[in-house]
Nanobody, 127 residues
Framework: QVQLVESGGGLVQAGGSLRLSCAAS????????MGWFRQAPGKERVFVAA????????YYADSVKGRFTISGDNAKNTIYLQMNNLKPEDTAVYYC????????????????????WGQGTQVTVSS
């Protein structure tokens, strides 16, 4: 059984920063891509950022470009999300995701790409 474990969420004032971490634990696990989604209260879950290990490049939602940075270590199946200049609209539960099957026909921005999901970590940005 593989688990994705997130950490680093919390309460921060607008303009502040947080760093989320996600590590895969359990049986031997390989991923083709990992990333982050978020879900705000009363809203749908949306893509935030992802990194493709094959392409070795990050992808971002327009709403976070220039403020968030995704990074990671493929060998350790670990990713991070550095979030700067946080805004109240960034308040959400953030979920770590991983694609272990190499579903390259599905865009990284689609939740259908990912077969492993973490439990989520709450990020709250106060105004």
């Amino acid at each position: 059984q593989v688990q994705l474990v997130e950490s680093g969420g919390g309460l921060v004032q607008a303009g502040g920063s947080l760093r989320l971490s996600c590590a895969a634990s359990g049986r031997t696990f390989s991923s083709y891509a990992m990333g982050w989604f978020r879900q705000a209260p009363g809203k749908e879950r949306v893509f935030v950022a992802a990194i493709s290990w094959r392409a070795s490049r990050p992808y971002y939602a327009d709403s976070v470009k220039g403020r968030f940075t995704i990074s990671g270590d493929n060998a350790k199946n670990t990713i991070y999300l550095q979030m700067n200049n946080l805004k109240p609209e960034d308040t959400a539960v953030y979920y770590c995701v991983a694609d272990s099957a190499g579903r390259y026909s599905i865009p990284l921005q689609s939740d259908r790409r990912y077969d492993y999901w973490g439990q989520g970590t709450q990020v709250t940005v106060s105004s």
